[in-house]
């Protein structure tokens, strides 16, 4: 079965520094990866995804994500933070029939 | 367009009661799925449900159930409600014939059993 791990329950940076937020995941087969941010008392909202092709995905607000199979990872970066960045992202791995799993969240604090 | 809606936002419920949560998918998509979000975790799948039939499962007990209606909207309904079923419960559609398996998520039901 499919597994996702997100390495750092809290994330903080300083507005203008470089955001990362790192996923690892477990596949027994080609995996479609997503990353997701909630707002707090919101739903989810789909930031990017990967299925096939470029390794490097581009999302909403700045977001990209790359693909890296040899280290099973799917990080998430952004080159300069902004204040509405804080928020908890979720990233996710598909398993079969369109079910997701999800990782523990990061909560991504962003200090003035 | 309408994306996925949820009902109710909030609600309060007491030990032993039973909770109806209504959601009515994105125009155009066919599949419901449901996930429960407890506090500072990540959602977990519950059920989804395809033409009106329960189409997989998470490891969630019977007392979890649902339903789909002609419509595509769903219930979750919960029986003998627990503490433990305190959570944020998402809804969310997809269409299945979208090879991405792009999901889209409501707002959430804030449940909270006391």
């Known amino acids: 079965a499919q597994s996702v791990t997100q390495l750092g329950s809290h994330v903080s940076v300083s507005e203008g520094a470089l955001v990362l937020l790192r996923c690892n995941y477990s596949?027994?087969?080609?995996?479609?990866l997503f990353w997701y941010v909630q707002y707090p008392n919101q739903g989810l909202q789909l930031l990017l995804k990967?299925?096939?092709?470029?390794?490097l995905v581009k999302g909403i607000n700045g977001f990209e994500a790359e693909f890296k199979k040899s280290e099973t990872s799917f990080h998430l970066t952004k080159p300069s933070a902004h204040m509405s960045d804080a928020a908890e992202y979720f990233c996710?791995?598909?398993?079969?029939?369109?079910?997701?799993?999800f990782g523990q969240g990061t909560r991504l604090t962003i200090n003035p | 367009d309408a994306g996925v809606t949820q009902s109710p936002t909030h609600l309060i419920k007491t030990r032993g009661q039973q909770v109806t949560l209504r959601c009515s998918p994105k125009?155009?998509?066919?599949?419901v799925s449901w996930y429960q979000q407890a506090l500072g975790q990540g959602p977990q799948f519950i059920f989804q449900?395809?033409?009106?039939?329960?189409?997989q499962r998470g490891n969630f007990p019977d007392r979890f159930s649902g339903h789909q209606f002609p419509n595509y909207s769903s219930e979750l309904n919960v029986n003998a409600l627990l503490l433990g079923d305190s959570a944020l419960y998402l809804c969310?559609?997809?269409?299945?014939?979208?090879?991405?398996?792009?999901?889209?998520f409501g707002p959430g039901t804030r449940l909270t059993v006391t």
């Open positions: 990967y299925t096939t092709g470029a390794t």
């Open positions: 596949s027994s087969v080609p995996p479609y």
């Open positions: 125009s155009g998509h066919d599949t």
């Open positions: 449900y395809y033409e009106e039939e329960e189409r």
């Open positions: 996710a791995v598909h398993q079969g029939a369109q079910k997701l799993v």
């Open positions: 969310a559609s997809s269409l299945t014939a979208d090879i991405s398996y792009e999901q889209y």
